[in-house]
């Protein structure tokens, strides 16, 4: 095991007990008895907890994926395009509302964010994926048509969604969909961890299979192609690997922004450097942040409670921002 | 030798951004030599060097390795006979000169201790092993990327300008490692801007201008007054003696 895994490993296992006791009622050790407070546990903080565990460890490694292909450390999952499809497949499932049979309507969300999920893989792909063979003549559009057609399809996206909020049947809906996008894991139960936890692992593990293409991209995608690197099937792996773990966080807790950008830097100095050193210990990291976000959240003195969402992009952009510094001064 | 022990180019024409940048060119390329790939600015060097490495599909034509074609060979396979050294990459992370040579492992998936050792320690690198790349002079850094081809033991070794750049002693010592590796039987094409090291240097010099081949031979004949007088449109004549030419330009002359 190294450094990294072991360190973020160690974080974690003090994390998760501390967010099981932590929060409006806080539960002393050992009073595990029977009654409310097990119930608690059991219902509301448990799989509150793994599903914190579960987005943070998706979210960090598609960020350590994503900087990895991108060639830079500034990047973000988000910037895919795939967060945003998934947050338009959940708001329109708000819109339709009542024309879904009750008997789906517990799952009309998460499914629908999948499928904006899906569809936004799908979309990338066809943008994108032609153009990273060679058969072009190699003009560079490979990655930097990525980025812009991620890009295109998160303003897409973006717009729609804003369509659909000013469409929105009535004010009840409008709120839900203001709430939901900024992400929560409020009031999450086992089903949201039964949709969302196998889908993050099977995307880590896609993940983790480009690990080794993603070092030889360091080299430049020239030379990474020359070491025998081929970029349709590097270009399969990240897509599918981050619509995995992203569209499966946004299904069951919204939209949960800068975690796959900080996570890396927290992780980097304690490896080698190369994106596949970075990629187990991103989850782990990853998980830690928004475990401790979630559980910080919670023990807040506010009226209600701050949305996870909002959060953490207070504690992201200006950490984004002294990244940008610290770039402007040479240091990263 | 025969065709079949060489990278031959058949006919090749290769376009980028749908213009023909290499047309119709033939050579036969053989291991133990050093074969610079030479012309004007936009005459095709590196994308000729591209085409030679597999990663630019032929238009038309096609390139073979030892009687295989490239494009039938799997891209690991590709990868352990050809080395390509692109022009001064951008590094993307500050990592370790020893983690990075040691990618030139990849297309063996393996670890590549005695490999990556080997190619440290025939470039001098061995006492900056631990160094970050971003604390490396131009030169030791030019050392590293060579370092990192040879660390993947290929038969060829595929270098674009690995020479520009870097100081006199250094420009040495690399070609100094070159003809090593040529000596010891692997193949090794380079992009060179300067003439002169072509001319000292090489045992084979492709010239190309415009994308086709211009002239193809031993240095005194490829790179003969005439021949530059056509390629470069400048009139030079070469001073000095065998192994130490250097091109003068006469005076008043454009």
């Known amino acids: ?332 | 030798m025969t065709a079949d022990a060489g990278l031959v180019a058949e006919n090749l024409t290769l376009t980028r951004g749908g213009r023909e940048v290499v047309r119709a060119v033939s050579a036969e390329l053989v291991p133990g030599q050093i074969t610079a790939i030479t012309g004007p600015n936009g005459a095709g060097k590196s994308s000729l060097l591209l085409g030679l490495a597999g990663l630019l599909s032929p238009a038309d034509g096609q390139v073979t390795l030892e009687g295989r074609a490239l494009a039938a060979l799997a891209p690991a396979d590709r990868a352990r006979a050809l080395g390509y050294l692109p022009q001064s990459p951008d590094i993307a992370w500050d990592v370790a000169v020893e983690n990075l040579v040691a990618l030139g492992r990849l297309p063996w998936r393996d670890r590549g201790t005695a490999e990556v050792a080997a190619a440290l320690a025939a470039l001098d690198l061995e006492a900056l092993r631990k160094r970050p790349v971003s604390r490396l002079s131009g030169g030791e850094r030019a050392r590293v990327l060579l370092a990192r081809v040879l660390a993947g033991t290929p038969h060829w070794i595929l270098a674009d300008e690995p020479l520009a750049a870097i100081d006199l002693a250094h420009q040495f010592r690399l070609i100094a490692h070159l003809k090593a590796c040529a000596a010891a039987g692997q193949g090794v094409v380079i992009v060179l801007h300067d003439l002169a090291l072509a001319m000292n240097h090489a045992d084979r010099v492709l010239v190309l201008k415009d994308g086709a081949l211009l002239a193809d031979g031993p240095p005194e004949i490829a790179l003969a007054p005439a021949v530059i007088a056509q390629g470069w449109d400048t009139d030079v004549t070469w001073i000095g003696e065998p192994g130490a030419q250097a091109l003068t330009f006469p005076a008043g002359g454009h």
């Open chain 1, 1 to 332: 095991m190294t450094r990294a895994n072991l360190v973020f490993a160690a974080l974690l296992a003090v994390l998760v007990p501390l967010s099981l006791l932590a929060g409006r009622v806080w539960i002393a050790p050992g009073d595990f008895g029977p009654g409310n407070t097990w119930l608690i546990l059991a219902e509301l903080r448990a799989p509150r907890a793994v599903l914190a565990v579960t987005i943070g460890a998706g979210l960090g490694a598609a960020g350590a994926a994503m900087q990895g292909y991108l060639r830079n450390p500034l990047a973000d999952p988000g910037l895919f395009g795939i967060a945003p499809m998934a947050a338009l497949g959940a708001v329109a499932s708000f819109w339709l509302g009542s024309a879904i049979p009750p008997a789906w309507a517990a799952w009309s969300l998460p499914l629908m964010a999948l499928i904006g999920a899906g569809l936004g893989m799908a979309a990338l792909a066809l943008i994108a994926g032609r153009t990273t063979s060679d058969a072009t003549g190699g003009a560079g559009g490979g990655i930097a048509l990525f980025t812009l057609a991620g890009l295109m399809l998160a303003s897409l996206a973006g717009a729609l969604t804003a369509l659909a909020i000013t469409l929105a049947p009535n004010p009840f809906a409008l709120s839900e969909i203001v709430m939901w996008l900024n992400g929560a894991l409020t009031d999450r139960s086992w089903r949201e961890v039964a949709i969302a936890a196998p889908l993050t692992l099977a995307g880590i593990g896609v993940l983790a299979l480009a690990a080794r293409s993603l070092d030889a991209l360091t080299l430049g995608e020239e030379a990474a192609r020359s070491l025998g690197v081929e970029p349709g099937r590097l270009l399969a792996l990240l897509v599918v690997g981050i619509g995995l773990t992203v569209g499966a966080g946004v299904a069951v807790a919204g939209i949960i922004g800068f975690v796959g950008l900080i996570v890396p830097h927290l992780v980097r100095p304690l490896t080698d450097r190369l994106p596949s050193s970075l990629i187990v210990p991103s989850a782990l990291a990853g998980a830690c942040l928004v475990l401790f976000a979630d559980s910080v959240v919670r023990v807040l003195p506010l009226v209600t409670e701050l949305r996870l969402g909002i959060a953490l992009s207070l504690i992201g952009a200006p950490f984004f921002g002294w990244l940008l510094l610290r770039m402007r001064r040479g240091r990263l």
